[in-house]
């Protein structure tokens, strides 16, 4: 059973950075979509960044330019670098990944989601 656990989430001021970073067990994330979604409190979970089936790399539009997603040469684990976050990147993230994916498919049934994970930006 794949299980993906989230870390590195906490309290920050509007500006500072902070590195997620979700580890797969019994699973390689190699040609598999992976992405980030957060949930902030009230809202629907929205797509933050993802990587396709062909390493190529996708964000939304409110963090272009301010989060990094990435994942290391083993492929087990999976990384969401934010920098200058802002109180309304304040939510909590999850992981997910599974099948193939190519684009920017962030309404691709993901079959494996973590636990999520706290970040709160405060102004």
């Known amino acids: 059973q794949v299980h993906l656990v989230e870390s590195g989430g906490g309290s920050v001021q509007s500006g500072g950075s902070l590195r997620l970073s979700c580890a797969a067990s019994?699973?390689?994330?190699?040609?598999?979509?992976i992405a980030w979604w957060r949930q902030a409190p009230g809202m629907v979970r929205e797509g933050v960044a993802l990587?396709?089936?062909?390493?190529?790399?996708f964000y939304a539009d409110s963090v272009k330019g301010r989060f990094t997603i990435s994942k290391d040469s083993t492929e087990h684990t999976l990384y969401l670098q934010m920098d200058n976050l802002l109180p309304e990147d304040t939510a909590m993230y999850y992981c997910?990944?599974?099948?193939?994916?190519?684009?920017?498919?962030?309404?691709?049934?993901?079959?494996?989601w973590g636990q999520g994970i706290r970040v709160t930006v405060s102004s």
């Open positions: 997910a990944a599974g099948g193939n994916c190519y684009g920017a498919s962030f309404t691709h049934p993901f079959n494996y």
């Open positions: 019994a699973y390689s994330f190699s040609k598999m979509c």
């Open positions: 990587i396709d089936s062909t390493d190529k790399v």
